[in-house]
C-alpha cells in the first residue's frame, strides 16, 4: 500500500527551463513534507520542505507548494542546471511520530 | 556541526553469510535512528527506526535486525544473507526536535549478495 507516490519515473528539462516534479500522498494525518536529493551511490541530500500550515516555501530555486485538499505537493526548480539532474525523492511524516515515509523517486535530467 | 558516518561502503557477501552494518552520528545526543533501504529501481524503503538505546521499532518483516547499543551508534546485522537483500542501504537521523525537522542521511552502503 503506496502511500506516498511520485507517478512520474523520470523527467528530461533543457537547461535554464522549469522543473517540476510532483508527489501525491493518501493519509491526511501527514503534516510535514520534504524534498530530497540523490546522486548514484551517494545518501539523500535535503533540498527543501514545508510544513502543513503553509501552501508555499521557497529556497533560492527551489520553491515547494503543498495543496492540502488535493494531497499533492510539487518542487519547482527554476532555471534548471545540469547539476540538478539527480533522483528526486518526496517524504512525508506525521509531527509527534517518527516515521519518515518516501516515494519512489524521480529522476530528473537536465539537458543542456 | 552533526555529521554521520556509515561503514563499510561496499560489500560483498554469499548467500548465508552474516551482516553487520554500522552507522554513527557525531554532534549531537540523544538522536532518533533510521536504517532505510533502496533496492534496485525503487524508492526508500524504512525498515528499522529508533528513538533511544535498546528501542527498536521494526517497519518490515525480514530476516534483518538491528540494535542500537549506544546512544548515536546503531548497527544493522544478519544472521544468513539473502540475495533478495542486495541494496544500497542508508543510515539516517533526525533531532529531537519540539517540532518535526529534517532527516540527514550517510553516504550509504551498496550490499551486494552473490
Known amino acids: 500500500d503506496q502511500q506516498v507516490k511520485q507517478n512520474s519515473p523520470s523527467l528530461s528539462v533543457q537547461e535554464g527551463r522549469i522543473s517540476i516534479l510532483n508527489c501525491d500522498y493518501t493519509?491526511?494525518?501527514?503534516?510535514?513534507f520534504l524534498w530530497y536529493k540523490k546522486y548514484p551511490a551517494e545518501g539523500p541530500t535535503f533540498l527543501i520542505s514545508i510544513s502543513s500550515i503553509k501552501d508555499k516555501n521557497e529556497d533560492g530555486r527551489f520553491t515547494v507548494f503543498l495543496n492540502k485538499s488535493a494531497k499533492h505537493l510539487s518542487l519547482h526548480i527554476v532555471p534548471s542546471q545540469p547539476g540538478d539532474s539527480a533522483v528526486y525523492f518526496c517524504?512525508?511524516?506525521?509531527?509527534?511520530?517518527?516515521?519518515?515515509?518516501f516515494g519512489t523517486g524521480t529522476r530528473l535530467k537536465v539537458l543542456a | 556541526s552533526q555529521t554521520i558516518h556509515q561503514w563499510p561502503a561496499t560489500l560483498v557477501q554469499p548467500v548465508g553469510s552474516p551482516l553487520s552494518l554500522e552507522c554513527t552520528v557525531e554532534g549531537t545526543s540523544n538522536p532518533n535512528l533510521y536504517w532505510y533501504r533502496q533496492a534496485a529501481g525503487r524508492g526508500l524503503q524504512l525498515l528499522f527506526y529508533s528513538v533511544g538505546i535498546g528501542q527498536i521499532s521494526s517497519e518490515v518483516p525480514q530476516n534483518l535486525s538491528a540494535s542500537r547499543p549506544q546512544d548515536r551508534q546503531f548497527i544493522l546485522s544478519s544472521k544468513k544473507l539473502l540475495l533478495s537483500d542486495s541494496g544500497f542501504y542508508l543510515c539516517a537521523w533526525s533531532g529531537d526536535y519540539l517540532f518535526t525537522g529534517e532527516l540527514f542521511f550517510g553516504e550509504g552502503s551498496r550490499l551486494t549478495v552473490l
Open positions: 517524504a512525508v511524516i506525521t509531527s509527534g511520530t517518527y516515521k519518515y515515509i
Open positions: 493519509n491526511s494525518m501527514f503534516d510535514y
